[in-house]
């Protein structure tokens, strides 16, 4: 049985609190919101904060308030179970739903927040393994090594963005709130990642997310597709975020991001140029489909065959390009 190390628990009461006490103890201190990724990941000892402070009791992370311009605004803490059955998201923002509940179990979407969603630690095979697994190779880059087992000669880490909400967010132009030392700042949740699998994150250490802001409803359609081995649960090993803006049957802007294809959320950037200035056309859409193939740089360090995911891209992007008609 894998056991959790000793920690001390903190339960700040204010966000104030909470940032003066991670700032207090530095690396050694981390959040925890639902805990779903964050406790298996220190059993396997991925991460051994001796300090670990629990937005629980910070009331004003658990809103989820609709604007009077029907966007929304999400509350780091709201529960993933909360978000799925929302009667406004599902009736405007179908494809956040519909990500938001394709995300592990109902019983850890019960615990698991789309605060600790959004900041998923990257994964890979060499990489999400006990202690003693990674051990008997000499662990990697990622932790305690200094070797990366998928590509040898590589200066960086591969491992993989997984989270489903991520790539849809990122296309739909939500922006997030985030509260540190500094004060609070608000940007677009696409320039929270970057291309590295260590350093996925590009917030520093101690800010603290509040929450994700999604658009107003208007002349955009969104959509989100998954690629995984079960139905029932799995991470993806493909998931497909498409947002499409229109001027009548016209596209205006088109956003199409490959998650679980790379570190981050890639910007599939040819499909979306062929997209853009057309209508979304049977030919229009196999041809943005195909275009997707490029950047969806699969690595040998997920579920199924490696190849076989690359060539399944055009698919998925298609079959979610055809979910924006
Ligand atoms: C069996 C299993 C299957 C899973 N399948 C999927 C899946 O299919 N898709 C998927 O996307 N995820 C999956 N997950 C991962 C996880 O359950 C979800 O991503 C969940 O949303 C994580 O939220 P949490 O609140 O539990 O995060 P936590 O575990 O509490 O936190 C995750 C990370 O974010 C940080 N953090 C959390 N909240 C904040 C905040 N507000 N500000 C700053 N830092 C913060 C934590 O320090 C930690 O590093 C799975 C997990 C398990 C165990
Ligand atoms: S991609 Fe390489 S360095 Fe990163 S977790 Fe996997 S094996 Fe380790």
């Known amino acids: 049985m894998l056991r959790l190390p000793t920690f ?10 909470a940032v003066r006490i991670k700032g207090a103890h530095g690396p050694a201190a981390m959040y925890v919101a639902g805990g779903t990724d964050l406790y298996p990941n220190m059993k396997r000892r991925h991460q051994t904060p001796s300090h670990v402070v629990s937005l629980q009791d910070i ?4 809103a989820v308030t609709v604007r009077p311009d029907g966007g929304v605004t999400i509350g780091a803490m709201a529960r993933l179970s909360l978000l799925e059955r929302h009667p406004h ?17 109902p019983l850890l979407r019960n615990m698991g927040t789309i605060g600790g969603n959004l900041l998923l630690d990257t994964r890979c095979t060499y990489y999400d393994q006990s202690f003693e697994w990674r051990e008997s190779i000499s662990f990697c880059l990622k932790k305690d090594g200094d070797i990366c087992w998928v590509a040898p000669g590589s200066p960086r880490c591969w491992a993989v963005q997984s989270s489903d909400t991520v790539p849809l967010v990122c296309a739909m132009e939500a922006e997030v709130e985030l509260v540190g030392s500094d004060g609070t700042r608000r940007q677009p949740a696409g320039e929270l990642y970057r291309d590295d699998g260590i350093q996925y994150l590009t917030k520093k250490p101690e800010e603290l997310l509040t929450a994700l802001h999604l658009p107003a409803p208007g002349r955009w359609k969104a959509s989100y597709l998954k690629l995984r081995r079960r139905g029932t649960f799995d991470f993806p090993v493909l998931g497909v975020g ?12 088109a956003n199409v991001r490959l998650g679980g294809a790379g570190s981050f959320a890639i910007p599939a950037t040819d499909s979306e140029r062929l ?4 209508e979304l056309t049977d030919e229009v859409i196999a041809a943005a489909g195909s275009a997707s193939m490029k950047p969806a740089r699969t690595m040998d360090n997920t579920d199924l065959d490696v190849y076989w995911r690359r060539k399944v891209a055009p698919v998925f992007v298609a079959r979610a390009l055809r979910a924006c008609r």
């Open 89 to 105: 998201l599902l009736r405007h923002f179908a494809a956040f739903t519909h990500a938001v509940s394709e995300i592990s179990t």
């Open 242 to 253: 498409a947002c499409l803006w229109f001027d009548g049957s016209k596209i205006v802007k």
């Open 8 to 17: 001390t628990y903190h339960r700040p009461k204010t966000l104030a609190e």
């Open 59 to 62: 009331r004003a992370l658990h």
């Open 275 to 278: 997209l853009v200035g057309n």
